[in-house]
């Protein structure tokens, strides 16, 4: 498992070159995080948007304008011609650009031109805590409001094959609850058991699941000891799999605004990893996710 972002950036490094398809290209946040990008010999793009706006702020920041630039004022256009890149096999990870994330996913999920999996789209988010000795992922905080059991397992089924391809071969996962008993009154617990049961069979890529887990076990030893918990992953947990929107959301800032992380995410369960981040993201967050991409990327 990777302790920081900067030992993903180097293990993108020594990889294959990626393209990047930026959909609605003219933003001057996400040309930053592709020229860092491409300094650092993660990946280089292709720029899908409008030319005339592109080209001033290409210059501003310093990128090289030989860059390739497909040429769409249109914005939905934009975005499905940027998809289209992937299904053709001529880029292999896409980013959102200056588009709204609805109108950018709905080219995403184009029966024709889209990367449909049959899978739920969910976000993997990347957790850099100091004092912690690795990163931690959490699924899923930004997307799904309020998953059923099937598509928290497609959640997770998501989530452990994109850690797969990272390099983590048997990710230790907690279906995060309040407790660790079940009880019909909270269905989060309800559905944690399932999954275990789900994993048992071998429903799931390589992992181990524990569930239901309060977040107190799954990150102390001490405290699944002082509980009378037996537990194989406490303390050692790779993957969150949160309950719903709101916790996974209220952790994820808690972290970034209390203990000081740094985070970066995935839009996942697409046929290729795709590059999402909030507007506020700084241009070392952006590319934070473009080398998590670029390693979740799965050559077909």
Known sequence: ???????????????????????????KDVLEAIKLAQEAQLARAVLV???????????????????????????????LKAVSLLKKRE?????????NSSDFLKAV????????????????????VPGQEKLVFHTDG??????????????????????????VEKPN?????????????????VDAQALVEMWEKGVFPPCVVE?????????????ALHKGIESKISGKVDLFLMPNIETGNACGKAMVHYAGAKMAGLV????????????????IGKLNSIALACLAYQKK
């Open 211 to 223: 569930g239901p887990i309060a977040l107190d076990v799954a990150v102390s030893s001490e405290a």
């Open 49 to 79: 948007g409008n030319k005339a706006e592109i080209i001033p702020m290409l210059e501003e920041i310093g990128l090289s304008d030989d860059i390739l630039i497909i040429d769409e004022p249109d914005i939905n256009k934009a975005a």
């Open 142 to 167: 930004g997307m799904n409001i309020a998953p059923d059991l099937e598509q928290k397992k497609d959640i997770l089924i998501n989530a452990i094959l994109a850690l797969n391809a990272m390099g």
């Open 268 to 283: 996942l369960g697409a046929t290729n990893p795709i590059v999402m981040t909030s507007r506020a993201e700084t241009a």
């Open 109 to 128: 999920l184009n029966s024709k031109e889209g990367l449909r999996t049959g899978r739920l789209l969910s976000h993997l988010a990347a957790f850099e």
């Open 1 to 27: 498992m990777y302790r920081t972002f900067q030992e993903v950036l180097e293990k993108v490094k020594g990889r294959e070159v990626l393209t990047i398809s930026v959909a609605v290209a003219q933003d």
């Open 173 to 189: 996962v907690a279906v995060l609850t309040a407790n660790e008993k079940v009880n019909p009154k909270m269905p989060a617990t």
């Open 91 to 99: 880029a292999q990870v896409l980013m959102k650009g200056l588009i």
